[in-house]
Every structure is written in C-alpha cells, then in structure tokens.
C-alpha cells in the first residue's frame, strides 16, 4: 500500500509537469529515507496534495467579515510538556513585520524576532521536508525553537504573523492561484500579486530530544483564502482529525469544496440559541449570526464547547486537560477526556412550585442525570394532541429543563391528564461544521467517527454506531432558493434521518456552475453528526392539575343579633373541579369586634378531609383535601358586645396548592400560593382581583327611632361591573346610584326589625347584610308615665 501511494504520487507528478526533479527528490527522500513530523501546511497539502493552495489568513482587522467573522493572526496552540522543545516556522518570518508569537500558559511571551533565516520556511520543498532537528539539517529549513520550563508545561499559543503585520490591508487582497503541490510564493506587498496579508505556509512542531511528536498541534478556527476558479482540480482538497470534548474523534475530508474566502471551524451546537443547538442554516454570513454562534477564539462554557481542530491524529500522550493561554493567562480547556457512553438517568418533574409529580400551567421543571455533555431530547406523549418534543444542553451530572405545560401545537395539555413516562435521547460527541461562505460543496464533506481509542482508527465493517459512523444531517430550510436546482441547491436540503457522508456529505453547488453566486455564497451552512444513544421510555409519575374552588357563599344568620348579640356565618366552599384540590388553605377572617365562639364543619361530601384546624378569637385557617365537585360547610358563630350600631366586615378565601392551576386565580409569585389575594388577580396588573375565591359580606346594624333617619348604608360600585341586587327595601327607604356608589337612606315609617341586602348580581364577590330595630315613637301618655 505504501509503495502504491508512492507511485501514485510520481505519476501525478511526471504527468503534471508541475513539480521539479529537486521536487521530487525531495519527496522520494522524505518517503524512503525519514518521516517529517512538521504540523501545519505541510498536513494540508502532503506531497501529492489534490486541488489548490488555501492560504491562511492572519489579521484581525473589520474587512471581509461577510466571509471571515472570526478572524485571529493565525493562532494556533501546542500541547507541550517541561524539556520539550517547541519548533515554529512561517512563510513570512523576517518579511517586512513577518514574526511568530508565542505565548507560554503563563503569560510569558517569546517572538521569533525579524531573523530571514530561523524560523523561515522559504519554499514548497522545504515545508515538506519539514524543520531541522539535531544533527545535519538534510534539506530542512531551521525553525525557531523554546524549550519549555516547568513553569511553562501545558497548551501554548502561537501566532503567525504576516508581512503586513496583526491590522493587515485596508481592503481584501485575492490569494496566488496555486496548485497545493505546486511551489509557492509568500507574498509581502499591499497589491494582489504580492499579497502579504496571508501565508503561504506555517508549522508547529513539538520534540522531545530527538523524537518529534505528532498530534500535539490544534486550533479553533481556521481562516482560508483559496484562488483558482470553481473548478475541481482547483478547489480545497484537505483531511483533519476533529477531537470532541467528549473524548471523541472524527476524520473529517473536504473533499474539493470551494469557498474564495471561508471560515472553518467546529462546535458542539452549530448555530444556536442560548447555546440549543437550532440544527439549521443560515440565510446570512455577516455580523448577524453572532447572536446563533459561540465565537470560537473565546473560552468555552457550560452550553458552547469549539471543538480542536487537528492536522494529525490526536498523540496518545494527550491529558485530559491542560493549562493555557487563550484571552489571559492561568487559564485552562480540556484535551483527551474519557469517552464515556450517553445515558440519561434519575428524571424526575417537579413542579415550578416544588411538588413532585405534579405539573399546573405554571410549568414544570424536568431533572436528570447526564454521563456526558451533548444534546438531549425529551418527549412528552400526549394523549390528545401533538407530543411535545423539547431540545436542551446536557452537562456531566445534574440537568435540567423547563416545561410550559404545553403540547407540540402550544396549547395547555388538558387537566386531568396522567402523563406514565417520558422518553428521553441523548447526544454525545456532536459536532457541527458550519461553513461560513462557502460557495460550493459539490462532492459533500466526509465526516467519519474514529474509533473510541487512542489510535483513531476507522471500524469500517462495525455496524455499531457508536464505533463507526459516516452519517451527516443537516436542515437548508431557511436558505434561500433551497429546493431549487438552478441555484444549485443542496438535494435533499432538509435530511434529519441521516446520511452517509460517503455518498452525500451535504452536497450543493456545481464546479464551473454559478461559481460565487452558488447555493453557500454568503449563507452559513450547517453540517453536523453525532453519536446517537438509543431513545429510552423512562418511567415516571405525572398528573397535569386544575381547579375551579370557590368560596359559593358567606350567609350571616341575624336571627339573635338583638337578642344574644350573636350572628351565625354558614361558608360554603366548593372544589368545581376538574382536579382533586389537596391540600387547597381555607381562611375565614373576623374583625376586631367580633369574637368566634365555634367552628362546626359541616355538610362535607365523600372524600373530603380537614386537617391542621386552629382556630383563634377573629380566625380560623384549615388544609382542605377537597375532590373534584366536593362542597363543605363551615358553620361559625359569632358573639359582640357593645352598641347594636355596629358594622363587621368578614373576609373567606380559599387558596389553590402548589403546582394546580385554579382557572381565575394563579398568580405569578415564584415562591407559589402564598397571598389569596395575589394569586386572585390572576397573574394580571391589577389593584383588584376578581376571582371566586375571595368573599367579602358585611354585617350592618342600626337601632333608631321609628320615623328618625338611618344611617346611609353606601355600597361601592362593582369592580368587574356586575349590576346589584336587592330586595324590595322597607317603606320610606330608597335606593340612588351616584359616585360609584348605591346608597340607601331614609327613615323607617313602621316599628320592629327590618332587613334587607345588596350585593353583585354575577360574582357575588361582596354582600352587606342590613338588620335594623325601629322602636314605636314614645306617645304623650308614655312620655307622662315615664316623668
């Protein structure tokens, strides 16, 4: 196979024309005589390397950031331990500002200087024999090299430099059309054909003594300029190994894909919201897709991890995390974790207010355990209507997701429902590839899973899923065109069933079609893959809550108001349902002048328990367990002392349980039902609410004169605008609406006790109850008999 690859390699060559003998000298001495560990342009574009050169580009300056969003002075990063020694080169070392940063995990900053010879790759046969080590050179260029301290072991950053230097040129220079196996030129002007904004070629390199090291080299994000043509013997031929913060690789082929200016990089979400992947592309490439994209030269955080791009496959000796330097230093970011496999375990829904089990309209909080980071999905199955499925971010351990309580078609789930199990998904080692500009793909992007070892081998012939794969997803439902062949669409362009990357790897545009008006130019496509972990029917316990309680009435009996100075309340609450109600709080409120002498229940249908009853000398609080359409009666007497003219206001209230909706009374208050007249305005900015879970009545008694003139009884308007009634009022008293309020007034033309009420005609939310005395005017014969 070796010896075939080098024949190959030769007849490409001869046929070409375009390598010199030198050349190829170079590469027979490079295969038969001593491998090259160089990581950087060299892995790009091996000897033999199919299609163009795509120069990297260094600056961070504003232009062209329809194609290059995230652009970086060519950072790259290096895992190297104490004694190692780190050896750079570049293209542009020592023309004009060309220089290499490099920056240790603490801070301490070394830079290659302005030599034109250390650390200098000055041509294509050079790069490919890669950086002089001890001993003769052999053909190889001589790179700047630091042995790294003790202080200094971990992840450093480097930083290529270019001849224009970090701010680069004011406007975008096009890149040298180039052959990737062809000799190059490393430009140093402000013009197209000396362009020095870019490089040509760079590499890290890691030795310890005399053994160099491969698969120490990685970086976030690379950014390309490639020239040529849509054509395919010209467009962008690479291969890179992808590892994933789940301990995962992929081997990832472009393939010939071609983009003039693109962004390259790889997340775990792809375009998201609030780090949820959104599993789509984008219409737009500009400054709009910050909002949907975790910028990937930042930290990672809980929600957004930027895979590691790597030019070989990851070394064995990696750790599973190091110190580093990527905005400041002491900083760190992860390396080779253990794969683990994707389990979803310990769920649980809990109420926003805290029961378990038990789920109102105010929604639900759903837990879970995670094994390791990636997307998960859970579906609620619902009886009658459209299952909710709810995406999220998992994190190694305790999880957690809000329900709405809704279904798929957003609307409440019926109360009522009994919900037995949830069935959950779980994502690991997901990567997405969002193409940034990239005009054309057209023979897709291979994306395959290596193997869970250090050997990043591909299992073939393994039908397990989570050993090897090559299926690719991707949804181009929001692009323009999509669908259409003359745009050179993606076909299919929505596929979320999978397929094989091998076959179809997110296929659009055409070479020597519409060139950089195709189907990718300025939109950001989205290609993604994973390890799928079979979806899991998870028992659980879950019932969807709602109740209608009401306080039905407050009725005063006044029969022994004058003669024991006694008044009976009889309160009737009702559960009207759907929901059983347990645990609803029930409080009746006195005022000052009245003192309860008993407290009877009465009237309570099956099923309904009282518990926790105290009873004080103006209150009475209880915990109702009341089932659907129960009633019970709480019988109250009451006794005062003093003056017949007395008023008293009583107030009953019945206050919903945690986690069950009651249809006019559910409040907004995070800490649940607390306050019944917090939770009676519904969830609404309101003064007042007017819900039936509050009654109010009034007692009014007066003691006159027959003839003499009662006090106004004055009866405020409705707050929800009901109209009043009341009964036909005793001779010589009469009724005025006036100021928002009725008011009855007049004198009493006969003797003895009159009574009568007011109250609204719907709600029947407030009540005054009226008892007058009248006594019989005293008579001259009286009035002689008394002096």
Known sequence: ?????????????????????????????????????????????????????????????????????????????????????????????????????????????????????????????????????????????????????????????????????????????????????DPWTQGSGNTNADNGDILAAWDVSVRAGTTWLTGRVFTNVLTLYINGGFTQNTSFHVTNYILTQDGRAYRVKTNGNNGIGFTFFSNNNGFAVNGVPTYKSLNFSDARINPYVHDPRSLDDDKNITHKIFYNKPNPDLPQSAPTYITAAGQSTWLKNIAVLPVISNLLVTGVEGTIGRVSQKGANISFNSTTTGTFTITIPVASGTNRVMTGVANVGANSIFWDAKDGNGNFVPAGSVISQLKT????????????????????????????????????????????????????????????????????????TGISSNSNGHIWGKYSGLGGSSFGNEKSMDTWAYIQGSEEAQPINMVITEADLKIESITPDLSKYFSDKTITYTISVKNDGPSAANGAKLAIALPAGLTISSVTPANPSTGVSLSNGVTSAQSYTASLDLP????????????????????????????????????????????????????????????????????????????????????????????????????????????????????????????????????????????TNVIIRSYPKPTKAHIQLNN
């Open 1 to 181: 196979m070796y010896c075939v690859r080098v024949v190959n390699i030769l007849k490409l060559s001869l046929l070409t024309s375009r390598l010199s003998l030198c050349g190829l000298a170079i590469i027979l001495l490079s295969l038969f005589t001593q491998t090259t560990f160089a990581e950087g342009s060299k892995d790009l574009y091996p000897a033999g390397a199919l299609g163009n050169r795509a120069f990297l580009l260094c600056n961070t300056n504003s232009v062209s950031l329809f194609s290059n969003p995230f652009k970086t002075t060519g950072t790259h990063y290096v895992y190297a331990n104490a004694g190692e020694i780190i050896a750079v080169a570049s293209s542009a070392q020592g023309k004009g500002l060309g220089t290499i940063i490099l920056t240790a995990p603490n801070g301490m900053v070394y830079t290659s200087g302005s030599s034109t010879t250390v650390g200098l790759i000055p041509d294509r046969n050079r790069e490919l024999a890669g950086p002089s080590g001890v001993g003769p050179p052999g053909g190889k260029y001589t790179p700047f090299t630091k042995t790294v301290l003790l202080e200094e072991a971990g992840i450093w950053k480097i930083d290529f430099i270019t001849p224009l230097g970090p701010n680069g040129n004011a406007t975008s220079l096009a890149p040298a059309d180039v052959l990737a196996d």
């Open 425 to 496: 998904m779980l994502r690991s080692a997901e990567v997405h590839f969002p193409y940034i500009d990239m005009e054309i793909n057209p023979n897709g992007i291979t994306i395959e899973l290596t193997d869970n070892t250090t050997n990043y081998d591909l299992q073939t012939g393994n039908p397990d899923r989570s050993v090897y794969s090559d299926l690719v997803y991707w949804d181009d439902s929001d692009i323009s065109n999509r669908g259409n062949t003359a745009s050179e669409t993606s076909d299919p362009y929505q596929n979320l």
């Open 628 to 767: 659907n359409q129960a009633i019970i009666d709480f019988v109250i007497v009451a006794t005062f002392t003093g003056s017949y003219n007395q008023t008293f206001d009583i107030k009953a209230s019945i206050l919903r349980p945690a986690d069950l909706s009651d249809i006019d009374a559910t409040g907004n208050n995070a800490a649940g039902p607390v306050d019944p007249d917090e939770e009676c305005k519904n969830g609404i900015s309101s003064s007042v609410g007017l819900c039936n879970n509050i009654k109010y009545n009034t007692v009014n008694g007066q003691e006159v004169c027959q003839g003499s003139t009662i006090v106004s009884v004055s009866y405020p308007l409705s707050a929800d605008g009901t109209q009043f009634e009341n009964p036909t009022l005793p001779t010589a008293l009469s009724s005025q609406d006036a100021a928002g309020n009725r008011t009855i007034s007049g004198s009493l033309s006969s003797s003895g006790i009159q009574m009568f009420y007011i109250k609204t005609l719907n709600t029947k939310r407030t009540q």
